[in-house]
């Protein structure tokens, strides 16, 4: 009779270990995607993902992001206040739309049936050419040494890539994708458990400031 209570007691732990664990990671993920947020709306770049490293897989894998650039929208024009308050709302919103659409294709191919709430997802044919280079970022992987991500996993140091679109494939293997939607720069650093991306559509020389300016917002997550 005790035996099977210590039993019960013990996958009972285990089980608020499991859901205790699951509610911390999804802070910290609000957290990374709050300060990533931040940190665009701050230097007004076009967008920004955290690549995390996958022990088990040997490669970085897309984890996190947030889109700040430009979208179409019949939202009527408000006072500049009022303006800046939506925009940031619709930027909220459009980040989780835009992954939910990326998980509503990929289990097209899959045997698993779409959710309720993937029935009113936004539609391809919605996207910006800016979205659809976020959208298309979450399929990729690296390793280490491989495309942008994967040489800053491997140096440990910021990398800064400018004409992007004319970067070659073993430097930023998306660099077609990122010339056809207008990405110019990238910038890539070294964070814990992976790498911090930040891309934006304006051609931008190295610049060591920024860079320090937004490792800044990440201080506190480290």
Known sequence: M?????????SSSSGNDNVSGRFNDEISQS???????TALQNIGWTYSVFWKF????????WNNGFFNGDFKTNEIGQGMEEELHLQEEMHEKRTLQLRELFESLSARGSSSLPT??????L??????????????CMSYDFRHSVGLPGITLERGNPMWLSNAGEAHTKIFKRHLLAKSSGIQTVVCLPFTDGVLEFGVTELVHEDRDLIEHITSFFVDLL
């Not at 309720?116 to 997802?121: D, E, I, N, T, V």
């Open 2 to 10: 005790c035996k099977g209570t210590g039993k019960t007691m013990a």
């Open 31 to 37: 957290r990374l995607r709050f300060q990533m947020k």
């Open 54 to 61: 996958s022990p088990q897989q040997g490669i970085l894998v």
């Open 116 to 121: 309720r709430q993937q029935y009113s997802l």
């Open 123 to 136: 539609s391809p044919e919605d996207l910006t050419d800016t979205e659809w280079f976020y959208l298309t």
